[in-house]
């Protein structure tokens, strides 16, 4: 496949764009800051440089593509203004549309709930927490998924609470609240992995699977 990868040089995004080269796709990766790119992506990985503002080269970048992941979150900074992000995605979204990419996946945390989830106190606190400490990511985040779960797209967002850094364990648990027993740490690498295999498989489409070590 043909995947293109929007926040493909943040921690989750390189990770998975070294996941779906593992996986035999071609990858297009999108980066605002060309001098994070790895030097190793030179031979393998098609690079597309802008800001999430500019919709010609998303366009460029989405063109040819079979699926879409972005890996893209909100900043953490509470001194941060705004939601480009959800414009970006915004931009995703037109462009997948224009040229009939159906496949999309994102990622989130569990503050946004699966469409067939009901909010659990577990729920409840990760929002919490969250729109009281972040309430500019929380929106941002949400604005980003809504823009995402789009009828007219073969949707998935990948849902998870506390990243860390350990190895890819392939231990992964997916599941909903109220239904599954999940934790709430999980390596990054675990996360790229689970979220480039989403790309080739259709088990999860319309559904916002929470995962965790």
């Not at 823009?147 to 890819?168: A, C, E, K, Q, Y």
Request: net charge neutral; charged share 20%.
């Amino acid at each position: 496949m043909n995947v293109t990868v929007f926040g493909a040089t943040g921690a989750i995004g390189s990770l998975t764009v070294a996941e779906l080269l593992d996986r035999g796709h071609s990858v297009t990766a999108y980066a605002r800051n060309p001098r994070k790119i790895p030097s190793a992506w030179a031979d393998d990985v098609r690079l597309v440089i802008g800001e999430m503002s500019d919709a010609e080269a998303i366009d460029s970048a989405v063109a040819g593509s079979d699926a879409v992941i972005s890996t893209l979150g909100p900043s953490m900074d509470r001194k941060a203004v705004g939601t480009p992000l959800v414009g970006g995605t915004e931009n995703i979204v037109a462009a997948m549309k224009k040229h009939g990419v159906r496949r999309v996946v994102g990622q989130a945390t569990p503050s946004i709930l699966d469409p067939q989830e009901k909010p659990t106190m577990t729920t409840r606190l990760i929002r919490l927490l969250a729109t009281t400490v972040w309430p500019r990511a929380v929106e941002e985040l949400t604005g980003m998924s809504r823009t995402l779960m789009d009828p007219g797209l073969d949707w998935t967002i990948v849902r998870f609470s506390r990243p860390t850094d350990g190895p890819r364990t392939g231990n992964v648990h997916a599941g909903f609240f109220g239904s599954d027993r999940l934790g709430f740490a999980v390596s990054r690498a675990d996360i790229a992995a689970f979220t480039a295999a989403q790309a080739e498989s259709l088990a999860y489409v319309g559904r916002a699977p929470a995962i965790s070590n």
